[in-house]
């Protein structure tokens, strides 16, 4: 089941772990991270599903870089 409530919410926590966010996005959606147990959930949803596309190859190029420079480094 996915965690996430719309295809918007997964997108900018794509970019989040992808490093793709302003600082003050970023900030933003770290702080509900620490105020929100179910955000946090959806956080963590997101990040088992961007390894998941990464290993079966789904990820754009530009998207694989910055994968392997966030989780791979």
Do not use: C, T, W
């Amino acid at each position: 089941m996915s965690k996430f409530r719309n295809s918007d919410q997964k997108k900018l926590m794509s970019r989040y772990l992808l490093g793709e966010l302003s600082e003050a996005e970023r900030f933003s959606v770290e702080e509900r991270v620490f105020a929100d147990d179910e955000y946090f959930a959806g956080l963590l949803a997101a990040e088992d599903e961007l390894i998941e596309e990464y290993l079966r190859g789904e990820l754009l190029p530009a998207e694989r870089a910055r994968f392997e420079r966030h989780f791979l480094a």
